[in-house]
């Protein structure tokens, strides 16, 4: 199995290891929010990489907001996935593969409010990026545990 490497930003390696290290019982609410981890495939690098972000729901399916804090780029984990939507996640203890796609147009409003829901901030920063911010569903692969 290849390494994750985890991110430079120090808060945020700390966040993972604490969410890793106890299966989600430290960390998965963060500042009160939600959070899963996200390992995606470097596009360039093909290296795995970990990322926590917060997350939403829509039925069986998990949400993510590419929302890079409303800065003019995406975020690199949004491209990695853009580039290999085969993704891993874990939800607390729950740890499996997954299929990531950008919300289609019909689809997001709805997906959005729900995000917005979850963390309004969301709406600040898509007020003061100058792209429209994704949402990304995360489907649980039928081969995958449960």
């Avoid at 997906?111 to 429209?132: H, I």
Wanted: glycine share 8%.
């Amino acid at each position: 199995m290849t390494e994750i490497a985890h991110s430079p930003t120090d808060w945020v390696a700390h966040h993972t290891a604490r969410y890793l290290a106890s299966d989600g019982a430290d960390g998965h609410l963060f500042n009160g929010y939600p959070t899963l981890l996200l390992t995606t495939l470097g596009r360039r690098s093909g290296v795995r990489r970990c990322t926590p972000l917060i997350y939403g729901r829509s039925g069986e399916d998990y949400l993510l907001v590419a929302s890079n804090g409303g800065a003019a780029a995406h975020p690199a984990w949004y491209l990695n996935l853009l580039a290999e939507p085969r993704v891993g996640v874990q939800v607390l203890g729950d740890v499996f593969t997954a299929r990531a796609v950008t919300a289609e147009q019909a689809a997001k409003p709805a997906l959005w409010a729900e995000m917005v829901r979850v963390f309004p901030t969301y709406a600040s920063y898509q007020r003061k990026a100058d792209r429209e911010i994704p949402v990304v569903v995360l489907t649980r692969s039928a081969n995958s545990s449960r």
